[in-house]
């Protein structure tokens, strides 16, 4: 069973950064892709960013150009750096791993339904 647990949240102001840590309990990353999630109350969850095997990312439209996913295989540490804050990524962050197909062959949103395994969740609130 591997065990994810994130770190970083915080509450931060509108056009802050925040960097969310993901570890996992195991060698993880060799043969999963790894991705972040979020979730507000009533909402599903959101595909926010993902990095395949081959070490190449994706990422929702809402966070492309303010968010980079970054992982340290050596120290078994999953990065979410994000950037230019809006109130609007206020949410549950969680860390994901699965498989899933590899960035170029993929089309469309990324799916909580390829991920098996998941963190327990950091909270971030942005405030304007």
């Known amino acids: 069973q591997v065990e994810l647990e994130e770190t970083g949240g915080d509450s931060v102001q509108s056009g802050g950064s925040l960097r969310l840590s993901c570890h996992a309990s195991?060698?993880?990353?060799?043969?999963?892709?790894m991705a972040w999630f979020r979730q507000t109350p009533g909402k599903e969850r959101e595909g926010v960013a993902l990095?395949?095997?081959?070490?190449?990312?994706d990422y929702a439209d809402s966070v492309k150009g303010r968010f980079t996913i970054s992982q340290d295989n050596a120290k078994n540490l999953l990065y979410l750096k994000m950037s230019s804050l809006k109130p609007e990524d206020t949410a549950m962050y969680y860390c994901?791993?699965?498989?899933?197909?590899?960035?170029?062959?993929?089309?469309?949103?990324?799916?909580?339904?390829?991920?098996?395994?998941w963190g327990q969740g950091t909270q971030v609130t942005v405030s304007s």
């Open positions: 195991e060698f993880t990353y060799m043969g999963y892709c």
């Open positions: 990095i395949d095997t081959d070490g190449i990312s």
């Open positions: 994901a791993a699965g498989r899933c197909l590899p960035v170029h062959e993929r089309g469309g949103s990324i799916s909580p339904a390829e991920f098996d395994y």
